[in-house]
């Protein structure tokens, strides 16, 4: 990395530095300043920013980039420490101490680390989503960051430890948020405060590297612990680094996860199955965010839903925007799913009879191939699957690996191209053979009709989790959804999404069922046993 830019791509190893030392503090206190008529806009800071460290072309000329560190802690060395970058959006950073290593990556498909202690750990979450999105802005040097869906806005003018700063929000619609401090004076990066992993850095003394400036010294505050300093030994770019040293170590390369996945689209039908004798509670939470990453308008909606056989499942809404229904409303709610129970109860039969139909048309499509399921055999030829691995999550053993295309796979048509664009993560129960999260994303933005009929954009994404109930059977607990479409000529929208299911209790499937009132609801306590 070029030595007197506060180039973003040392900001995760100090924020791995502090997470994994457990030792870190938010940014110091800072104090605003008072704030000039308009502050300018995200693109003007990081323009100058850009022409500070070098130029544009020269930042985008760096296709990959290795860093040597020595760690000092109170003016003694502790050990070294060494960050690689390669475009597009990889980032890992190795730290070697006296009593081991830390270390950890993150890519479009996941982010992970591995502690001094215990087994490598895949993140999820707001940490996950922070750890994506600061290896692709560090990768690129922030340049055309909005082609990669991110948002930035300025914040505010703060008095900085390092003296008078812009602080500048960077977004997704995933949840990945990063604030990023530019000095006034110099136009340079000089901090970096990341919240969801606790973590805050400094970046002082640039110089030039090759073509670019680059960050000297980094400087981790650990509070009454003493003060963490890296010092830049050396740093060397475009030297072809592999892809493979980004992804997580396999623990568990001898599993056949293609064999894995066909058990678990065989349970599936039988878990649908075992899904209609159940209620549930659905909260439904809608989303407006601006091009700035802010959120306009949030909408809430907290629905009872009764799954029926061969039929969608009928839903009784509660409360919008935590407010319940006034009686008249509630009233004709109750009125309108109990015409809806009488309805299901009279075309019992005909639904029977489509949803016969529909299951022999499977059959037939399966033995004209193999036995799998069509979806889960096109997501197999279409996809591979990388570092199977062994973790513990929602406090049970699971089998973790990320899938990504396959190396020259063509697809055949348009179902093949979108899952050729997509990027994840998958845990799978290799006992109950269920999946118990998934995080998928678009890699590449995906058109149908060259954008006519639709376009959507990098870095869609959806992520699902499911609970173990007390009996054994999984069901949906959560599931997120992020993407900016346009369909056709008639423009489109971002859609921020998330649904979460609870209260599961048991149900007959029928209207008598729905007039008990509450069944027994399944024991909380045991739905993780």
Not at 175 to 192: A, V
Not at 441 to 468: C, D, H, I, V, Y
Request: net charge positive; aromatic share 6%; glycine share 6%.
């Amino acid at each position: 990395m070029p030595r007197n830019s506060e180039n973003p791509k040392v900001l995760l190893l100090c924020s791995i530095v502090l997470v994994m030392l457990a030792c870190c503090i938010p940014l110091a206190a800072q104090s605003k300043l008072s704030v000039p008529a308009k502050l300018p806009a995200a693109d003007k800071i990081i323009d100058n920013y850009l022409k500070a460290i070098g130029g544009k072309k020269r930042a985008l000329a760096v296709r990959d980039a290795t860093s040597e560190w020595t760690i000092r802690l109170q003016d003694r060395v502790q050990g070294k420490a060494r960050l690689q970058l390669k475009q597009p959006g990889a980032m890992r950073s190795e730290m070697t101490f006296g009593n081991g290593r830390i270390i950890s990556a993150a890519t479009p498909r996941s982010a992970w680390v591995h502690g001094l202690t215990g087994p490598p750990r895949t993140l999820t979450g707001p940490e996950a989503a922070a750890a994506k999105l600061q290896a692709a802005l560090d990768t690129a040097h922030l340049v055309e960051y909005k082609k990669a869906n991110v948002m930035a806005r300025v914040l505010d003018l703060i008095e900085s430890p390092l003296g008078p700063a812009y602080r500048v929000e960077f977004s997704t619609r995933g949840g990945g948020r990063l604030r990023y401090l530019f000095s006034i004076k110099s136009s340079l990066l000089i901090g970096i405060d990341d919240e969801a992993r606790k973590t805050s850095s400094w970046f002082e003394d640039y110089r030039l590297e090759g073509n670019l400036l680059e960050p000297h010294t980094l400087r981790i505050n650990l509070g009454g612990t003493g003060e963490l300093q890296l010092t830049l030994d050396r740093i060397s770019y475009n030297v072809g680094l592999s892809a493979a040293i980004f992804d997580p170590p396999g623990a568990a390369e001898a599993l056949d996860v293609v064999a894995l996945l066909r058990e678990v689209s065989k349970n599936q039908e039988e878990v649908e199955k075992r899904f209609n004798e159940y209620s549930f509670v659905q909260k439904e939470t809608d989303r407006e965010i601006d091009s700035k990453g802010v959120i306009k308008k949030e909408t809430v909606r907290v629905s009872e839903l009764y799954p029926i056989p061969n039929r969608p499942a009928i839903e009784k809404l509660i409360s919008e925007n935590g407010v319940p229904l006034t009686a008249e409303r509630a009233a004709k709610e109750e009125k309108r799913v109990l015409e809806e129970f009488e309805k299901a109860e009279r075309d019992k039969d005909k639904d029977a009879r489509k949803a016969d139909e529909r299951k022999a048309e499977r059959e037939r499509k399966r033995s004209e191939g193999d036995d799998d399921d069509p979806e889960i055999s096109r997501f197999l030829k279409v996809c591979e699957f990388i570092s199977p691995r062994h973790e513990q999550f929602q406090n049970r053993d699971s089998i973790v690996f990320d899938f990504r295309v396959r190396p020259g796979f063509k697809p055949a048509n348009r179902q093949e191209s979108l899952i050729a664009k997509l990027v994840g993560v998958m845990w799978i129960d290799p006992v109950d053979k269920q999946v118990m999260r998934l995080e998928a994303r678009l890699a590449e933005g995906f058109k149908m009709a060259g954008g006519l009929l639709l376009s959507l954009r990098p870095g869609a994404g959806l992520s699902m989790e499911q609970t173990r109930m007390s009996d054994g059977v999984w069901f949906p607990r959560l599931t997120e959804i992020n993407l900016s479409v346009k369909v056709m000529l008639f423009g489109g929208g971002d859609i921020n999404k998330s649904i979460e299911w609870s209260d599961y209790k048991h149900f007959s499937a029928d209207v008598s069922g729905y007039k008990i009132g509450s069944p027994e609801s399944a024991d909380p306590a045991k739905k993780n046993p």
